[in-house]
């Protein structure tokens, strides 16, 4: 018979006598089981002497040697053998779960020199928001800062800076951030302040996140409409998902993106009481990669961009257009993640040439056929007529890989 199935029986052979027993030691609804059996142990050696005693002692929990001899069916006054035998296992089986475990006994803490070989303290993770400072790739001493000069200089002369960048540069000269171009090549796409110089920490994150997987002209347009239909952030947050994501649908994942923005104004107004992000620009980088990578939805690239281009940070964020080419270069082994990529050029690449050398790699990785991974040529106007200049920065496999492409 299963402990389970004696206790049960134990508590209705209790209850079924309970009436029977004086009023000082029946059940009530604040007496515990235990406190219960010692009352009734009590008033059977009192009722009927010394022929309990050994069922009573096993009840107590006491494993001293019983003063009387064990109970004869002559002296139990009636028990039975059967009887007497299911008596004291169901005393010893009570005992058992009543009796309290036994404790581990604590050990000593090891000395100092012990512990420091027992104990592995294993590193912190490396996390989008505070990547590890570990180089990813210590052997690769590439790009050099040499290297990183020449390619801009050479995508400048190609490419010229691109116009879409202009006002970000502008906002970084403004602030006293040095940018490694020379400051007349930027002459002709200066055209005053406007309204471009309004854009606010908030308004980049939600433009960056409006572009993803989209093009630019597609993530342009859904940002207008979105500012037309709320003209505040405060509507935005009022307003249903539903509407929220007809007003960015022509830049696509319209579910998606509304959801991110949505969550991202929420967050916002739980933990700051406003809709602002301009306390950024008093943090440190890793305090603002640590704020916005709170938000869900926002990767590393999103984090990257806002600090290269809004809060105006020397980073260097890595897209699939960066990415791909760094690896066509050698910058990074071929099998690289995107990640490492991004540890390995911020390491590498100067701070004063990251933003221009950013945004003209990412220009190029949109024009060049050598430089992306589609497998036809694109008829566009915009593709690059020539050779790609990069070719001369790339080992010989994979230039002979570029040529055997075309």
């Not at 005393?91 to 012990?114: D, F, I, N, V």
């Not at 100067?350 to 060049?368: A, I, Q, S, V």
Request: hydrophobic share 35%.
């Amino acid at each position: 018979m299963c402990r389970i199935s004696l206790n049960c029986i134990c508590l209705l052979i209790i209850e079924r006598v309970d009436g029977h027993f004086p009023h000082a030691i029946r059940r009530d609804s604040s007496s515990s089981d235990l406190l219960y059996f010692r009352a009734f142990g009590a008033f059977m050696i009192k009722a009927h002497g010394p022929y309990f005693e050994p069922m009573i002692n096993h009840v107590h929990g006491q494993n001293r040697k019983p003063k009387t001899r064990p109970i004869c069916e002559s002296e139990a006054g009636g028990f039975s053998t059967a009887n007497q035998a299911f008596l004291s296992f169901l005393g010893r089986e009570l005992t058992m779960q009543r009796a309290p475990r036994k404790r581990k006994l604590l050990r000593s803490p090891p000395s100092s020199a012990s512990s420091e070989k027992s104990v592995k303290v294993k590193p912190a993770n490396c996390t989008n928001a505070a990547p590890c400072n570990a180089e990813p790739y210590p052997d690769n001493t590439r790009p050099s800062s040499a290297e990183c000069r020449a390619v801009r200089d050479d995508l400048l002369a190609l490419h010229g800076f691109p116009p879409e960048f202009a006002k970000y540069r502008r906002w970084r000269q403004l602030n006293g951030v040095q940018c490694g171009v020379k400051s007349e090549q930027l002459d002709d796409d200066d055209n005053g302040d406007g309204d471009e110089d309004d854009e606010s920490v908030l308004d980049g994150l939600v433009k960056i996140v409006l572009s993803q997987n989209t093009t630019d002209v597609n993530s342009q347009r859904a940002f207008a409409s979105l500012k037309s239909s709320f003209p505040t952030w405060e509507n935005v947050l009022a307003a249903e998902p539903r509407c929220i994501e007809d007003a960015i649908r022509c830049g696509g994942l319209a579910p998606t993106k509304a959801s991110c923005i949505k969550n991202i104004l929420t967050s916002l107004l739980e933990k700051r009481g406003k809709l602002c992000l301009e306390y950024l620009r008093d943090l440190s980088v890793d305090e603002i990669k640590a704020e916005l990578s709170n938000f869900k939805g926002i990767g590393p690239k999103t984090v990257a961009c806002v600090l290269m281009f809004n809060l105006q940070q020397d980073d260097f964020p890595v897209d699939t257009h960066v990415f791909e080419i760094a690896k066509r270069m050698g910058w990074v082994p071929s099998g690289a993640d995107r990640n490492k990529t991004y540890l390995h050029l911020n390491r590498r690449i100067p701070d004063e040439l990251k933003f221009d050398l950013n945004c003209l790699l990412f220009t190029h990785g949109k024009l060049c056929f050598e430089c992306s991974k589609r497998k036809e040529k694109p008829r566009r106007k915009e593709s690059l007529p020539i050779s790609c200049p990069l070719l001369n920065y790339c080992e010989t496999s994979e230039q002979d890989a570029f040529n055997e492409s075309t």
